[in-house]
């Protein structure tokens, strides 16, 4: 059971562009949902994280929203780069000493 | 901090071999995660450990695989014997938890590629 559905499987955007992926979750019990970048050839990486109690989050060009109500949250890439290319992976845990699940990942071209 | 490290790199084997994947978690994390990437399932959860105990082995796929983590600062995932499905990038990741809400991000390694032929 898939237990956080990631989308798209890939994307495609140019230069400048705000690509966008999307993860809904179903187990209410959530409270922790970081997004991961994985480059070619390496483990992935801790991006930026929201907890619910908030509806959006920020750092840098990298913004999590997120909507308690429909179990869905997002990532916005403002103002892509070519190095913003990589795969990207939602995940979520609950408040237990529990390990992360992730969605299957979004692999992102940027392209100039 | 050198970071989780895995070895070897990458693996090639016969199917039917025995495989052992090693893993050195970031010096004081206490909890020891195995990931298995494939293209179809993504990122699958093996096995993880807290302070060197197994606590959720049933991502494990099948009796052919065994972990073990003999001190805070080493683990291993065996697969024996392996067959040309268990070909994926295994990761292994750490993070450091103290309570239930108090834990550091996740740490992953640079993944052991297993080919299986």
């Known amino acids: 059971q898939q237990q956080v559905k990631q989308s798209p499987q890939s994307l495609i955007v140019q230069k400048g562009g705000i690509p966008i992926i999307n993860c809904a979750y179903e187990?209410?019990?959530?409270?922790?949902f970081p997004w991961y970048q994985q480059f070619p050839g390496k483990g992935p990486a801790l991006l930026i994280a929201?907890?619910?109690?908030?509806s959006e989050k920020k750092e840098g060009r990298f913004t999590i929203s997120f909507n308690k109500s429909a179990k869905q949250f997002s990532l916005h890439i403002m103002d892509s780069q070519p190095g913003d290319s990589a795969t990207y992976f939602c995940a979520a845990r609950n408040s237990g000493n529990t390990p992360l699940v992730f969605g299957k990942g979004t692999r992102l071209s940027v392209i100039a | 901090d050198a970071g989780v490290i895995q070895s070897p790199r990458h693996e090639v084997t016969e199917m039917g071999q025995e495989v052992t994947l090693r893993c050195k978690p970031i010096?004081?994390?206490?909890?020891l995660f195995w990931y298995r990437q494939t293209m179809m399932r993504g990122l699958e959860l093996l096995i993880y450990?807290?302070?060197?105990?197994?606590?959720?082995d049933s991502g494990m796929p099948e009796d052919r695989f065994s972990a073990k983590m003999p001190n805070a600062s080493f683990s291993t995932l065996k697969i024996q014997p392996s067959e040309p499905r268990d070909s994926a990038v295994y990761f292994c990741a750490s993070s450091f938890a103290r309570g239930l809400r108090n834990r550091s991000p996740l740490h992953f390694g640079n993944g052991t590629r297993l080919t299986v032929t």
């Open positions: 187990n209410t019990a959530f409270d922790y």
């Open positions: 929201i907890r619910p109690d908030v």
């Open positions: 450990f807290n302070n060197n105990v197994p606590i959720d």
């Open positions: 010096s004081g994390h206490n909890s």
